[in-house]
């Protein structure tokens, strides 16, 4: 076994840009699906994200599914929420996890339970994220929280989450900046703008990882399938503006292509959008220093590829 390998971080490492997709777990006992959607991505993204339970929703275990994804041929990033497990849980999983193969963790503190299809759900919030990454990075050295022995400790690269989004950017970056130590690289929430990701990274111009490197960053962009998805993103989605001009271009798309007998155009039209919007957008991204781009969008492979092919051009 290959203990400490990590396709995403020798590609960081190597100073490529590199981009990372996102699957997310159903409610379902079967993996085929999700399996389907990291294969199809196979070729355009060095890794792809495995939701845990997103807007705190009842799915699929995201510990199984990243197993069930790389024996399909795509690396995870298996996420890890502290939203229902206490610190006794969150150790047993990331045993458990390595012992599977993961070798990637993003450490997340997770959506309110409120917010999911199981509302009356205890949450929990034994830790947050910046408290589970040092969980993580203590494991690794051999022993843990209480000093007692981890045999065969695993060996993890850690990520953390950012939101350029936030009201206080300064508080944002202090955020990032006191768990730095003990992380090897960022994904953020989605942006849309420039004028959010240029003073998010020049605030982090000076941040320094758990190796001692440049903190390395991964931008998240959301290429949208609908105007149905590009109005819930703006409308629901703490902290997330779709650009005014941008969601009436979807609307426009929308109320233009009305009915099923337009369907197919609808669709082609909104990749075009997409791939239109999100190219130029990713390439001054590569300019301000990011390490990649972590492509958020679920389930539409072929528009994620057109981009990525777009841009490496």
């Known amino acids: ?58 799915y699929m275990n995201s510990m199984v599914a990243s197993y069930h994804v790389l024996k399909g041929g795509m690396e995870p990033v298996y996420q890890l929420t502290c939203r229902d497990r206490n610190r006794i849980a969150l150790i047993a999983d990331l045993l458990g996890a390595y012992s599977l193969g993961i070798r990637n963790v993003l450490t997340l503190t997770g959506d309110h339970s409120g917010l999911g299809d199981t509302p009356d759900a205890m949450p929990v919030f034994d830790v947050d994220s910046g408290q589970l990454a040092m969980i993580a990075k203590t494991l690794m050295k051999g022993y843990d929280l209480w000093g007692n022995p981890v045999h065969d400790p695993p060996k993890f690269w850690i990520g953390g989450a950012g939101n350029p989004n936030n009201e206080s950017l300064e508080e944002e970056i202090m955020k990032i900046q006191r768990k730095a130590h003990v992380l090897d690289f960022i994904q953020t929430q989605v942006i849309y703008s420039m004028d959010l990701v240029e003073p998010f990274m020049e605030g982090l111009k000076n941040t320094k990882n758990a190796y001692g490197r440049k903190m390395p960053v991964l931008i998240g962009v959301f290429p949208m399938k609908t105007y149905g998805i590009a109005k819930y993103f703006n409308d629901f989605i703490p902290g997330v503006k779709v650009p005014e001009d941008l969601l009436a271009r979807f609307k426009k798309i929308k109320d233009e292509l009305k009915g099923k007998e337009n369907k197919k155009a609808r669709t082609e039209a909104y990749a075009d959008l997409n791939v239109e919007f999100f190219v130029p957008f990713i390439k001054e991204i590569k300019k301000s220093g990011a390490a990649g781009c972590h492509m958020m969008a679920v389930e539409y492979p072929d528009v994620v590829k057109r981009i990525i092919d777009e841009v490496l051009k």
């Open 1 to 58: 076994m290959v203990e400490y390998y990590s396709k995403l971080m020798e590609q960081i490492m190597e100073g490529k840009f590199c981009f990372t997709g996102e699957l997310e777990p159903a409610k379902t006992t079967n993996p085929e699906e999700v399996v389907h959607a990291a294969k199809e991505m196979i070729g355009s993204v060095i890794a792809s994200n495995v939701t845990d339970g997103p807007q705190a929703m009842a």
